[in-house]
């Protein structure tokens, strides 16, 4: 992969992974990379792909049980509307 020489690597990646769970790839509450997989298929460090996992889980997009892996967050209800318009 190339990567952008103005945007942390990171980013770059969570971007990505970001994407795949929007499209679907990564389902809710399937797993995604861990960062041994992030390692092998950016070709990043250790840190990096600890970032990668900690962003994304500092976004709500992820979570992490401990000796099972990370998982895609459930997206938020949505909040229904009252009849004016409102949240209700």
């Not at 952008?4 to 679907?24: C, H, K, S, Y």
């Not at 960062?35 to 500092?58: C, N, S, Y």
Request: hydrophobic letters at 40%; a negative charge.
């Amino acid at each position: 992969m190339q990567f952008a020489p103005d945007i942390p690597r990171w980013r770059q990646v969570a971007d990505i992974i970001r994407a795949r769970i929007a499209d679907g790839t990564y389902p809710p509450r399937t797993r995604v990379p861990s960062v041994v997989q992030i390692i092998d298929e950016f070709g990043i460090a250790t840190a990096t792909a600890q970032k990668v996992h900690k962003g994304l889980r500092e976004d709500g997009l992820i979570y992490t049980e401990p000796g099972l892996g990370s998982f895609v967050a459930q997206p938020p209800a949505e909040t229904p509307e009252t009849p004016d318009g409102g949240a209700a």
